[in-house]
């Protein structure tokens, strides 16, 4: 399959066949009947926990026919949401011991020396979405990436004042040293939707919206150069087009620029999209010229993953 991956930051992928895609995927695979199976599988799941809980077991043979009936359905639903929560974390509990034994101690040695410190040769930023994890999806190990993970894979300004993404930022580049910084975008971001949905009068003490603001350049460039696709498909030119936004913020700081045009420090974006599970791959191709604003970079070793 050709790679869609952009070329320039003005185009930043194949416009008719990412819109070809998402027609084609939308509906079949994350439609409404699909959110309304996962609705039901979790009830299912909470009656189950309720059902065969060994406490509600033990108490409904230990109380009195009568006193059983007289439970009525809020008090049930809350003790089955107990039960659903002890189990979940008793399932934490033996993810983590499967990992201390498979993990931890068959590497017994690597995991010695990482508590001596890190030496990450990445850092991601990638969305908080909870499908998007790239220590999942990536493979990453303990020790190899340092990870900050915010609304939308945002990446403020250096002008923007501090947040815990650029302070995140300093100690990687300055302090670890990272080789690389990778940006993450994904398919059906809420917080780009959330950017998309943006309306200038809107109330401003919604911590969403202040923070997803960061990305208005990537919305406005967006709405002028897609705006005669539907909705959807502009969120979706959106999810890339702010990942390059977020490479171009990234420039603002003076010690990310100087290590970038030392060839020190390499500025990728990515693009995960998990309704047919691909992933693209670019590089920003930084030949020094000035950072003006708007400006665009060429970018170079793009992977489409398929
Ligand atoms: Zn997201």
Redesign the pocket.
């Known amino acids: 399959m050709a790679t869609p991956s952009p070329t320039t930051f003005s185009q930043p992928f194949n416009f008719s066949k990412d819109v070809r895609r998402t027609t084609l995927k939308t509906s079949t695979i994350f439609g409404p009947k699909l959110k309304s199976g996962e609705i039901e599988h979790t009830h299912l799941r909470l009656l189950t926990s309720f059902m065969t809980g060994p406490r509600l077991e033990l108490k409904a043979s230990k109380d009195p026919p009568g006193l059983t009936q007289q439970l009525d359905n809020s008090r049930l639903e809350s003790l089955a949401e107990t039960e659903n929560v002890c189990d979940f974390f008793e399932d934490l509990k033996h993810r983590f011991l499967r990992f201390k034994k498979r993990k931890f101690k068959e590497n017994l040695e690597h995991f010695q020396n990482l508590a001596q410190g890190q030496a990450p040769k990445f850092m991601i930023i990638a969305?908080?979405?909870s499908r998007?994890c790239p220590s999942n999806i990536l493979g990453f190990q303990p020790g190899e990436a340092f990870v900050v993970r915010n609304?939308?894979?945002l990446v403020p300004t250096f002008e923007s004042g501090p947040s815990e993404t650029n302070a995140a930022l300093e100690f990687a580049v300055n302090a670890l040293k990272v080789e690389n910084i990778l940006v993450i975008?994904?398919s059906?971001?809420?917080?780009?939707r959330a950017l998309m949905s943006m309306q200038d009068e809107e109330d401003s003490s919604s911590f969403i919206r202040s923070w997803v603001v960061v990305g208005k350049n990537a919305s406005l460039i967006t709405k002028s150069a897609a705006s005669n696709l539907s909705f959807d498909q502009q969120c979706r030119h959106c999810?890339k087009e702010s990942v390059n936004h977020s490479l171009s913020n990234l420039l603002t700081y003076p010690w990310i620029e100087e290590k970038v045009a030392r060839g020190e420090l390499f500025v990728h974006g990515g693009y995960y999209d998990f309704i047919d599970c691909t992933f693209e791959k670019w590089t920003l191709d930084y030949e020094g010229g000035n950072l003006e604003k708007n400006s665009r970079f060429a970018v170079k070793n793009q992977f489409y993953w398929c």
């Not at 059906?188 to 780009?192: K, Q, S, T």
């Open positions: 969305c908080a979405d998007v609304i939308a894979n975008g994904h059906r971001c809420g917080g780009i999810e």
